[in-house]
């Protein structure tokens, strides 16, 4: 596996990790017991079915050293979903956290 490659597929599965968030939100907006609220968390535990899958075959390419430096990307998705999806505000805080995690990645990448 090429090191793009590598990257391209820890940043995705983060992604479907950070999904996660969706279906949870979504589901604690409905009543408990609806059936929007049984989807939301039917949604939420196969998307995380999914993801362990999909995590335990990248564990088995790359080290777990490389593979959880990646695992920060997941935070700054879940930022920006609940930005864009539930208006949530995006702090300066925030932004200063994501510079950081990108910078970590980008720094542990190179070596």
Known sequence: MTKVATYSSLVGVNLLYASVTLFTKYAS???????????GVAGAISVMGLYAICWQQILKRIELS????????????????????FGEPITIMNVVGAIVIVI????????
């Open 66 to 85: 490389t593979a959880y430096m990646f695992k920060g990307t997941s935070l700054i998705f879940i930022m920006l979903f609940a930005f864009a999806l």
């Open 104 to 111: 970590g990645i980008t720094l542990f990448a190179k070596d």
């Open 29 to 39: 907006q409905q009543e408990m017991g609806s059936v929007a609220y049984c989807l």
